[in-house]
């Protein structure tokens, strides 16, 4: 043998780079989360408050950074390039489907692996106080006796709060005329430019506290705290399986043994205190969803908002 080699061969994998860490090893560095949400909001803040009840359990900080943009799709995709090794995830919602399914990437959702939810946000139909209608029963009665009178506001053609109040009119037998008012979904509200918006609860907290704006109902997995007298969709018999989760995704091919030390991490969260407060106060939910359910549930709710999205057009 000649020990000429050794040199050389210390010289190429000093060229090569570190070797990959060992996936029994993880984490022995500081991970990166990417959020796809503006800092601040109610989606933000449970992405930064999970992620710092799931740093104690790793043993290594998590960092947060923001990339918006295109409905969340800059965000998600930039976490799709990097490497598998579990040092750069992602926080998700639903909008990971709504991107792919509507053409905003030019890929589907299993272009990642998903590791588990811990959030999520309800959608709610909501009115004025004074208006007439006490109950989402009520609403789709007045609805279904004038057609193409009562406009309902949503944040655009394709969005989640749009699919979610168009697919229960639907269901219902109703027939609104759909205002997209973007951004101004409260404003357009209070002004008398629709007549009930469909909308993320976190947005009107404020509202609803200072009795300008009443919620008629919320579709989602259960009551939410903020909001422990409004009804669920589904209690008063109108079922809708798809919801707007939160959680955890990574690049494709992120080893299960991380994939698995992450999920577990991130149950810390739901136990939370500061997370449990943050979602009383701000007015989403907490349900957290292991490894060995989410990537089932995403298929599910990919195949759910899929029909949806077709049977809209």
Aim: glycine share 10%; net charge positive.
């Amino acid at each position: 043998m000649r020990v000429i080699g050794l040199p050389l061969l210390i010289g190429a994998l000093a060229i090569a780079g570190p070797m990959t860490v060992a996936a029994g090893d993880y984490p022995t560095k500081p991970v990166t989360m990417t959020i796809t949400f503006k800092p601040g909001g109610a989606a933000d803040i449970a992405g930064r408050l999970s992620a710092a009840a799931a740093a104690k359990k790793l043993g290594q900080p998590i960092s947060v950074i923001n990339k918006l943009g295109g409905g969340g799709s800059i965000g998600f995709d930039y976490v799709g390039k990097q490497k598998p090794d579990g040092y750069n995830i992602g926080w998700l919602s639903a909008s990971i489907l709504t991107t792919t399914l509507l053409g905003k990437l030019p890929y589907d959702y299993s272009h990642f692996d998903y590791v588990c939810a811990v959030t999520f946000d309800a959608t709610t139909i909501a009115v004025k106080t004074d208006s007439p209608w006490k109950t989402l029963p009520e609403f789709i009665a007045a609805a279904k006796k004038s057609p193409k009178k009562i406009k309902l506001g949503h944040a655009g053609t394709g969005s989640f709060t749009y699919m979610v109040g168009s697919t229960l009119m639907k269901m219902e037998g109703a027939d609104v005329v759909y205002v997209p008012v973007g951004k101004r979904r409260l404003p357009s509200l209070l002004s008398g430019e629709v007549d009930a918006i469909s909308v993320h609860p976190p947005e009107l907290v404020a509202s609803v506290r200072s009795g300008d704006v009443r919620l008629l109902a919320i579709s989602s997995p259960k009551r939410i705290d903020a909001f422990p007298d409004v009804p669920t969709f589904a209690e008063l018999g109108m079922k809708i399986d798809f919801h707007q989760f939160r959680g955890v995704f990574v690049p494709k091919g992120t080893s299960l043994e991380i994939k698995t030390k992450l999920a577990d991490a991130f149950k810390e969260a739901q136990n939370d205190p500061k997370l449990m407060e943050a979602a009383k106060q701000r007015g989403f939910g907490i349900n957290y969803i292991g490894i060995d359910e989410f990537p089932k549930y995403v298929a599910e709710q990919n195949a759910l908002i899929r029909s949806v999205i077709d049977a809209q057009k």
